[in-house]
Every structure is written in C-alpha cells, then in structure tokens.
C-alpha cells in the first residue's frame, strides 16, 4: 500500500513501471502482486 496526496492522479503508466522495478529489484519475476495507492486520510 502507497499512501499518496491524490489516488486519482497515479497514471497507470507509472504504476506499472513501479511494478516492474519492484520485480527486478527483489527478485520477484514471474509473479503477480497488486500496488494498492490509497489517498492520505482514507480508511
């Protein structure tokens, strides 16, 4: 979970580029996770 100013704004581009530097950076090809971006404040 990435808590953020404004859920709303993470490009989907972005996201997946930081999915893809958290697989190379530890070790995780090949398998799938989820980055969960929620607004500061939110439950």
Excluded: M, W
């Excluded at 530097?21 to 090949?30: D, H, I, N, T």
Aim: overall charge positive.
């Amino acid at each position: 979970v990435f808590f953020v100013n404004d859920a709303k704004l993470i490009h989907f581009s972005y996201q997946h580029y930081l999915e893809n530097k958290l697989r190379q950076s530890f070790g995780f090809a090949g398998t799938p996770f989820r980055l969960v971006f929620k607004t500061r404040g939110e439950p």
